[in-house]
């Protein structure tokens, strides 16, 4: 190259800036120098130290890969059973459960505004013999299951003990997580039912039940996922889902739990999006961050309460439509990242997301990502590869520097509650996905296949498609139900979960009890929703 090109080259790079896919800067060589005031003793440690920069175990992946956790769900129990039970067998560690739109904001199969939805996002779940059907021949006792679920976060969890106890498990050995995040419902996701505070009630019931009944259970997963999804930048996905998780610890505190009862069992749940440096980075700081948060803060001493324990699933809103197979080198990078920032368990995409539900065939390709990043790459022969990078130790710092920006703010307001009722995380979440949405459409971003190296011609694939006999055949088996059910028993298991309701009584019994009576998800959420309200969205101007 001529002196003349290089002096041109190295103009144009200087008027470029480059930046990370949240817009953070980017140098162009880092060097121990211009990381400021970096001390590789104070930050990074050892793997299963304080302050658990590089991850929360000593050995990590070379004592056991994380659980490999196939997100999955449609139709009626019956279809998805029958998913379950292949993935299994296919070397899936465990499950994650998709429910359909009705069930997750607390409406029978029946009700008009369900009409249409019934098993198109996931699996419809009315009452206990729906969910008797769904594990059917799936020993509950040896298998860890994950259960995305939010506002009904309680009901699914007390059908998923009563199937349990009817299998005759131990309720001391079920392990599992149930979402159970109501607070990103209303910032990012939408499927709430009731207002902030009494749901708030909700979360922490389940808490304190499962600190008694279910040892091994996380009772929260709290989750950046959606907030991500919404639009954030990584910045903000790590500061909002840690004021979350402050909201959720000081509630717990507020009902009377002391921090070291509850605190070992709260997981979190993170976005895995394509900048693979940027998204590594997240990880360890967020992980940072916490421990910080919950020895400073909240004065834990259980070391076990300083863990941000993390389930990772690949970016939904990265796949395209367009060119859907180059939605596999995505989704492998994503999971790359996930892994080298030290998940514990790992949802990847299926390749034709953008398009429908996955099929069988795209379902395992995702598997086998995950199973070739474990077998195959050699990135779990050594805890945390990655350390000592300046450009990940640079992004590892930023990261945590702007989340503890974000959440002194929403201390300012009072509380993350306020922080979300007055409608501030909402815009700043809307101003970001915007400013995205503008970088997208001016090619500063590209997009391969999208406003860039588009094909001429798009190449069908084979997609999942939900008959609407679904529908009607649900419905159908929900009707059986209340005919053939002890409506006696039922009344009488509704009216206790109404007075408890009415009480500072811990609601889950109540609940459990119902749905051994059978009585479905959209009559136990009437009783609540008739005490408690429905949320009103405030409009963010």
Request: hydrophobic share 40%; charged share 25%; glycine share 6%.
């Amino acid at each position: 190259m001529s002196e003349t090109k290089t002096k041109s080259a190295a103009s144009a790079e200087r008027k470029k800036v480059f930046t990370t896919l949240s817009g953070l800067p980017i140098n162009r060589l880092y060097t121990r120098e211009n990381l400021h005031n970096w001390n590789p003793d104070d930050t990074l440690g050892y793997p299963g130290e304080f302050p658990y920069t590089r991850g929360i175990y000593p050995t990590m992946y070379r004592g056991r890969f994380w659980t490999m956790r196939q997100y999955a769900g449609f139709g009626t129990a019956v279809e998805s059973n029958r998913r379950y039970r292949y993935l299994l067998s296919k070397g899936q560690a465990g499950l994650s459960v998709a429910f359909d739109l009705p069930t997750q904001i607390g409406l029978d199969s029946d009700h008009p505004l369900a009409l249409g939805e019934v098993g198109k996002v996931g699996v419809a779940i009315d009452s206990s013999e729906d969910m008797e059907t769904l594990f059917d021949g799936i020993p509950l006792e040896k298998v860890s299951t994950s259960m995305t679920i939010n506002a009904t976060a309680a009901i699914l969890l007390c059908l998923y003990v009563a199937v349990a106890k009817k299998q005759g498990a131990s309720l001391q050995k079920l392990s599992g997580t149930v979402q159970n995040d109501v607070l990103k419902e209303y910032i990012a996701r939408g499927t709430y039912i009731y207002p902030v505070r009494p749901a708030m009630r909700i979360v922490t019931d389940i808490f304190s039940w499962c600190r008694e009944h279910l040892p091994k259970w996380n009772t929260i997963s709290i989750s950046g996922y959606h907030i991500r999804e919404a639009g954030s930048t990584a910045v903000q996905e790590v500061a909002f889902t840690l004021a979350n998780g402050i909201a959720y610890v000081q509630a717990a505190l507020d009902a009377g739990l002391s921090v070291d009862e509850f605190a070992p069992q709260l997981s979190f749940f993170f976005n895995a999006h394509n900048d693979l440096l940027e998204e590594i980075a997240k990880y360890r700081a967020a992980r940072r961050l916490w421990t910080k948060i919950m020895r400073d803060r909240f004065h834990a001493k259980d070391p076990r309460s300083l863990l941000l324990r993390f389930h990772a699933q690949t970016a939904g809103s990265s796949l395209t439509a367009q060119q859907p197979e180059n939605n596999i080198v995505r989704v492998a990078i994503q999971a790359l990242a996930a892994v080298l920032g030290g998940c514990q368990s790992l949802h990847t995409n299926s390749l034709d997301e953008a398009l429908a539900l996955p099929t069988e065939d795209s379902a395992l390709i995702a598997l086998r990502t995950q199973q070739i990043l474990a077998h195959e790459t050699g990135v779990t022969n050594t805890v945390d590869p990655v350390a000592g990078s300046y450009a990940i130790e640079h992004l590892t710092n930023e990261i945590e520097k702007g989340a503890e920006e974000y959440i002194a703010k929403i201390d300012a307001t009072g509380e993350m509650l306020r922080a979300i009722e007055s409608g501030f995380v909402q815009g700043e979440i809307q101003k970001a996905a915007y400013e995205f949405q503008r970088a997208v459409e001016k090619k500063d971003q590209i997009v391969v296949g999208v406003n860039d190296f588009v094909a001429d011609e798009e190449r069908q694939i084979p997609t999942l498609r939900i008959d609407e006999e679904i529908e009607r055949s649900q419905i159908a088996r929900l009707n059986a139900l209340r005919a053939k059910r002890d409506s006696a028993k039922t009344q009488a298991a509704l009216a206790e979960l109404q007075r408890r309701a009415a009480t500072t009584e811990n609601l889950l019994p109540a609940i459990l009890a119902a749905v051994e009576a059978y009585a479905t998800v959209g009559e136990i959420s009437d009783v609540l929703r008739r005490l408690f309200g429905e949320y009103q969205e405030s409009v963010v101007i």
